[in-house]
C-alpha cells in the first residue's frame, strides 16, 4: 500500500475516533458512537499490516499477542464490577503509558523501521518527538500505578509528603529537560535509559502526595497525559491518527480535570501540589461544643416521604461503597407507585471520577432521564418535600456558601437545606474528606438516620 | 521554499486540540466515565507504532531487541482496545430511558 493512500486511511479512522466522542454528546447517539470508534481502530489497524506489507512468521506472532490481550481485555471489561471503574481506568492509562515507552524505545533501537535515520544517527526531530513521547508515557505510566494502589486501597490514600517535595520534583523536571538536550547532541543510548528512568520516578512522586480525594482530578489529569505520549510517539511515527487521537485524548483529559477542580472550587495547581484530603484538618472540630441533633429511624422517614409529593435523592461516594445503589432504586420505584415524583441530583465531584455516580445509577436501572446534574436541578430543592442524602456530605455543606473561611467556601454545593425536610442517611457524625462539620446535620429540618446506606434503605422500603 | 512536512503535522495537531475540545465540552457530564474509557482505548492506537516494530525484522530475524519491545507493546495497547471498547460498551447499554407504560 502506498505511503499516501496509508495516510488516507489513517486520517479516515482519525475522523472516526472525532465521531465516536462526538456520541457521547447523549445516551442515544453514544452507542453509535463507540462503534464508529471500534471501525476506526480496525482500519488503523489493517492499513498498518497492509502498508508494512510483511506477512512473514511474524506476522502469525503479532496476530497471537493481539489476539491474546484482546482477550485479556475482554476477560476484564466483562468482569469488573462497576464500582471499580475508577481503578480499571487507572490500569488502563498506565498500559497506554507503557506501550508509548516501548514504541519509543523499539524506534530508538531500530530507527530504520520507522525511517527515521540510522541508530546513532536518528533525524533530531525525531529524537525530540521520541524524547517527549518516553517521558510522558513513563510519566503516566508510574502515575497511574500509584493512582491505582490508592483507589484499590492497597496504598493509603492519604496524602505522602515530606521535606523538599517541591525542591526534589522540580530538580528532576529540570533534569529530564537537561538530559533530552544532551541526548540530542550525543545521540547516546545511556542517556536514553536514564531519561526513562526519571521519568518513571517524576510520575510516582508526583502522585504520591495527592489525597483520596483528589482523585478525580489525578485520573482525568492521566488521562490527558496519555493522550500527550500518544501525540509525542504519533509525531515520531510520521502517523496522522495518533496526532489526531492523541490531542483529542489530550485535551479531552484536560477538560475534565478542569471541571473537576471547578467542583471543588480549588485551582488544578493546588490540586498537584498536593497534601489536602487527608486527616490533619480533622482535629480542629473535637473541641465544639455538642449541638442537638434529631435522629430518626426508618418508619420516621418513611412517614416522612410518604406524605411527600417531591423528594430529590442526592447519592454520593458512600452510596456505592455501601452498594446500596439497588436497594435505592427500589425504594424510588415504591415511592414512584405511591405517585411521588422522584429526581436524582448528582455533585460534579461525587464519585471517585467524573461520571462516576451517573454509571452506578445506570447500572441499578435508573433510567437517565431521571438524574440531573447540579446546575439543572439546583432550583428544584427549595419546592421539594424531601431530600434524601445518602452516602454524600461536603457537596451538600451550605457552609461553602456562608464561611470564607472554611477550607470549602466558594464550591458549588448541592442546595439541599432549601428543602422542607432533609434525611440525611450516614453512619456518624464524623466530618467528609474535606475534614470539616456539615451544619446541615443541625438543621432545624433535618433528620438524622444513623445506619448503614444499604440496610437503611431496604429498611425504609418495608415500611413505605 | 517547501514546507516541512512537520508543519503540516503540527498543523493537524493543533487543529485537533480544537476539534477535541469543542467535541468533548459539548459531551454529557453523565458520560464522562464512558468518556474516559473510550478516550483510553482509541488513545492505544499506538497500536500501530508497535506493530510496525515488531514486524521490521532485521535480516529475517524474527525476534531482535527492538521486535521485543513493540511485541510488548501490541500486548498492552491490545488490551486496552478490547478492555476499553467493550466495557464502554457495557456501560452505555445501561443508560435507558424511562419506560413509558409502567405495570
Known sequence: MSANLSAVFYLISGVLFILALRGLSSPETSRQGNLFGIIGMIIAISVTFLSVGNFSSGFIYVIVILLIGGAIGAFIAYKIP?????ELVAGFHSLVGLAAVF????????????????????KLASLIEMSIGAAVGAITFS?????????????????ITFKGQHLLNALILIS???????LCLTQSSNLFWILIAISFLIGFLIIIPIGGADMPVVISMLNSYSGWAAAGIGFTLENTALIITGALV?????????????????????????????????STNQNKEQKPVKSGNADDAAFLMKNASSVIIVPGYGMAVAQAQHALREM?????????????????????????????????????????????????FANADVAFVIGANDVTNPVAKTDPQSPIYGMP????????SVLFVKRSLSPGYAGIDNDLFYKENTLMLFADAKKMTEDITKNL | MEIDPFIFRLSIFILSIFVG????????????????????????????????AALANINGEVFTSSSFFGFFAIMLAAINIFGGFLVTQRMLAMYKKKKKDKK
Open chain 1, 332 to 380: 424510588v420505584d415504591t415511592l414512584k407507585k405511591n405517585g411521588i415524583k422522584v429526581s436524582y441530583a448528582i455533585h460534579p465531584v461525587a464519585g471517585r471520577m467524573p461520571g462516576h455516580m451517573n454509571v452506578l445509577l445506570a447500572e441499578a436501572n435508573v433510567p437517565y432521564d431521571e438524574v440531573f446534574e447540579l446546575e439543572e436541578i439546583n432550583n428544584d
Open chain 1, 143 to 159: 502515575g497511574s500505578v500509584i493512582a491505582f494502589l490508592k483507589l484499590q486501597g492497597i496504598m493509603s490514600g492519604a496524602p
Open chain 1, 250 to 282: 489530550g485535551s479531552s483529559g484536560a477538560i475534565l480535570s478542569y471541571i473537576m477542580c471547578k467542583g471543588m472550587n480549588r485551582s488544578f495547581f493546588n490540586v498537584i501540589l498536593g497534601g489536602f484530603g487527608g486527616t490533619d484538618q480533622v
Open chain 1, 176 to 182: 529530564i529537560i537537561v538530559l533530552a538536550y544532551m
Open chain 1, 82 to 86: 462497576m464500582t471499580a471503574m475508577p
Open chain 1, 103 to 122: 514504541v519509543a524505545i523499539a524506534a530508538f533501537i531500530n530507527p530504520g523501521a520507522f525511517n527515521l535515520g540510522l541508530p546513532g544517527n536518528i
Open chain 2, 21 to 52: 475540545y469543542y467535541v468533548v465540552w459539548s459531551v454529557t457530564p453523565s458520560l464522562h466515565t464512558p468518556l474516559m474509557s473510550v478516550t483510553n482505548a482509541i488513545s492505544s492506537v499506538i497500536i500501530v507504532g508497535a506493530i510496525i
Open chain 1, 413 to 420: 454545593v448541592l442546595d439541599v437545606e432549601k428543602c422542607k
